[in-house]
């Protein structure tokens, strides 16, 4: 599932009735609709309203939610909870040569396939080359061809020179920044199933085959089950299925949770601390992890039009925003504070080297907005509105019709902005036009969030949206995530420097350069980091995540975690 759609769904959950309205469900009827004879099976809902369609490619941006950790597994896991070293699943070890063009890989021994059939490094292998061979399924950007050395051990082998034999333009530096790709968001295929696949970007891949603790047993348009792989690599799980359910429409989310038809969701409820109160099964976290921000079309150079191409319009919003406001109103201050570099104060601290630049202010600073606004120009009109040049400083702002949350943060922002002069329009459109607009560049502003990258390298955030290699020009539609048509020469090579080199100091540097141009130019700017609000239906099984133990994150679509939390999960005794 991609981040547009997962931020999608979230939108829609958070379009709940008001919690009072749904108090009429009896706070003790209901129970999960397992039976005894399933044995324990949990129920999720990740975010799915009217049916699903079946696809379990784990190479398709539509797969279902469970494809990517329940079914198929990456080499190594990521934690983005927090910042450790990543856990060894179909790898258990790896290592660069001396130049960073090589990558060998230590697959682990002792693993079956749910058909019985033994893995082993010509499955990593065969899954790269796969890639390589068919540029559509390389959506991590991986540029590599694999070689098996032998049953645990395969060669990752990166290009130093153009397919010619010319050099590059630039000197290869390595492929070091590849690395969390490639070992943690890259599903590994069965070799003897895949290599039948005639058409591996349009197979649907109803009766995956992956190495998952937890195996396909049903599907239909309403629900799908798993039931638990006995022979799994880890030991076989506690609990004894999943079962992913759909719902006709968001409000019967909270519903069906408080019937306890439900054991796990991610919805936003503003009053769930109400909703905890009188339904004692029902714990919640809230892991904070994608930041709100007012996206801009940035770069006049790209054909982006209008005054937020202007660096000081940009940052007078910056300053002149009440972050806490908009919290309190938005996101019934359960948001976290978000920071002007686009990392996570308390999980990426580490890596923002200047002290100023840690956090957003909180409220707003009207008299410094002003002030940059009248030193590049814009003055004030006999209206109550700044103009330069006869050019009035309104801009559009756009989000999706029923993201009640983004909706009420635009009109907000529409009253804070006008005491600086500035006069901002709102509109609500269909999520597709909406999408369409940010990837083809046809708007001024966009309400958005930033997701998490495949690491907690801040390459992962900075490269995707902010290098110039990632971004089109107005009209066509960007391949990469560089939405603001951002371009800055200092920032392309401070990347490009740190994508070269494995010492984290040495990154750290370079990070430090793109933090603050983009802390001055603000293509994205930062509002707060958003609620994720997680539920778990605690009467049944006992393991979920909790605030003191965040082994994973514990959103109910959230790739590959989604497995690693099914195989802590215990019955209650």
């Known amino acids: 599932m991609t981040s547009k759609v997962r931020k999608a769904l ?161 000197p290869f530096k390595g492929a070091y920044m590849q690395e969390g790709g490639i070992l943690g968001g890259q599903a590994i295929v069965p070799e003897h199933i895949w290599k039948n696949v005639k058409d591996p970007m349009n197979y649907t891949n109803a009766n995956p085959i992956g190495t998952g603790a937890f195996k396909l047993s049903r599907f239909t348009n309403q629900s799908y089950s798993f039931s638990a792989f006995k022979d799994y690599w880890n030991g076989a799980p506690k609990i004894d299925g999943v079962r992913y359910i759909a719902l006709n429409d968001a409000s019967a989310a909270t519903s069906t949770l408080m019937a306890g038809q439900v054991d796990w969701m991610s919805a936003y409820i503003p009053s769930y601390q109400t909703l905890l109160k009188n339904y004692p099964r029902i714990s919640a976290v809230n892991t904070p992890r994608l930041t709100t921000v007012v996206m801009t079309c940035s770069n006049t150079e790209a054909g982006c039009k209008g005054p937020q191409t202007d660096t000081a319009v940009r940052q007078a919003m910056y300053y002149g925003m009440n972050r806490t406001q908009l919290n309190k109103l938005a996101g019934a201050g359960a948001g976290a504070i978000g920071s002007p570099t686009m990392l996570m104060p308390d999980r990426d601290r580490k890596w923002i080297t200047d002290k100023n630049l840690v956090t957003t202010p909180e409220t707003e600073d009207q008299e410094k907005a002003k002030q940059i606004l009248e030193d590049a120009g814009w003055k004030m009109g006999d209206d109550g509105y700044r103009y330069k040049d006869g050019v009035k400083l309104s801009m559009t702002i756009q989000t999706v019709a029923g993201w009640s949350d983004y909706i009420l943060i635009n009109d907000t922002l529409k009253q804070q902005m006008k005491p600086l002069g500035i006069e901002i329009i709102s509109t609500q459109m269909a999520w597709n036009q909406w999408n369409e607009n940010e990837q083809k560049g046809n708007y001024q502003l966009s309400l958005d969030s930033l997701g998490l990258g495949v690491t907690a390298d801040p390459y992962y955030t900075y490269n995707p949206r902010y290098s110039s290699l990632q971004m089109a020009k107005v009209g066509e539609t960007s391949g990469g995530q560089n939405y603001a048509r951002y371009s800055n020469p200092k920032v392309d090579d401070a990347i490009e420097a740190a994508a070269g080199t494995e010492d984290e100091a040495e990154r750290k540097a370079q990070y430090a350069i793109v933090q603050k141009e983009i802390a001055n130019d603000v293509p994205y700017i930062p509002v707060y980091i958003n609620s994720m609000l997680t539920e778990f239906n605690d009467s049944k099984v006992t393991g979920w995540p909790t605030e003191d133990n965040m082994y994973a994150l514990p959103a109910a679509w959230k790739a590959w975690d989604m497995g690693i939390i099914l195989q802590h999960l215990e019955p209650k005794q």
């Not at 292998?125 to 950007?141: E, K, Q, R, S, V």
């Not at 290009?159 to 050099?167: E, Y």
Request: with cysteine; proline share 6%.
């Open 10 to 170: 979230r939108r829609t959950i958070a379009a709940v009735a008001a919690l009072a309205s749904l108090m009429s469900v009896a706070a003790c009827g209901g129970t999960s609709s397992s039976t005894a004879q399933d044995g324990t099976v949990v129920s999720i809902f990740n975010g799915t309203t009217g049916t699903f369609n079946e696809n379990f490619n784990p190479f398709s941006p539509t797969a279902l939610g469970p494809t990517l950790g329940v079914i198929y597994e990456t080499l190594y896991w990521y934690n983005l909870a927090t910042d450790e070293d990543p856990t060894p699943m179909l790898a258990t070890g790896y290592e660069w040569n001396e130049d960073g063009s090589e990558l060998t890989i230590t697959t682990r021994e002792g693993v079956k396939w749910q058909d019985g059939e033994p893995f082993s490094a010509a499955d990593v292998a065969f899954t790269f080359n796969l890639i390589h061979d068919t540029p559509a399924l390389n959506t991590n950007g991986t540029a590599c061809t694999a070689k098996l050395i032998d049953e645990n051990h395969v060669k990752l082998i990166f290009p130093t020179k153009n397919a010619d034999g010319t050099p590059f333009d630039e």
